[in-house]
């Protein structure tokens, strides 16, 4: 015994070795760490596999969605004719969303012409707006596009309902065919006729409502004689009514 306590007075070193190998080892590992982190490199144990959080869904501004409903249809005309379209199409958007959907639906091309009204080119429905109608106000404009929106709703009900056909999509490349305009079809009655005719200024008077028109305008729709179709239509038109 005497002579360990005399190995460890004359070698003090090794006394300390074990406590010195551990520091070492403490010291290691902490570098090692430091190391790693500062370098910017990922542990090598990280789990590569771990799903990264889901992205957040981007949602269109309303902006954004207007412009894309608005140029979903072809106006077409000179650049004023254009903007005065596309404003009077605005106020529709932004007064009641589901007028706007419906006459997205039923009405392909508004188109500058000198005629207003409803009709058929190559499979598609337009709207032929004169000058007269399109810059009498952009409420008026709005008007006169939800007026001949609702003739070709009824057109196509009524086909759907004979033949079970739906209007074709914008760009189809449907078969060309002559232009129809809506007093050019046969009816089975005046009746029928002014009938539509009466529907479609009920829808015209509700967009002028919505739209801002003038108490004027309105009331020249309201106040309209039953065969009087000046208020949505221009030109002279014969009306071919099967007896």
Known sequence: MEDLKSFFRTHPLVSILPLLMLSAGVFYYISRHKSEESSGQAPKNFNFSRPAAP????????????????????????????????RALKLIWLSDRD????????IYIIRNENKTGFYMDAGQPVAAISNAHAFRSA???????????????????TKKRKAGRIPPPPGSGSTPSLPIRLMDFDFTSLKTVLSIEAKASEFQ???????????????????RRPRDFTTAH???????VKQ
Not at 207 to 217: D, I, Q, R, V
């Open 55 to 86: 992205a957040a869904k981007s949602i269109p501004s309303p902006a954004a969605e207007e412009a894309r409903s608005l140029s979903a249809l072809d106006i077409q005309g000179s650049p004023e004719f254009k903007k005065q379209a596309t």
């Open 99 to 106: 007028t706007f959907l419906f006459i997205k639906k039923y």
């Open 139 to 157: 409420p008026w404009c709005a008007g006169i596009i939800a007026h001949q929106a609702f003739h070709s709703y009824y057109m196509f009900s």
């Open 205 to 223: 008077i509700e967009t002028l409502k919505n739209t801002g028109a003038s108490p004027l305008e309105i009331k020249e729709v309201a106040k």
């Open 234 to 240: 221009d030109g002279n038109y014969q009306l071919v």
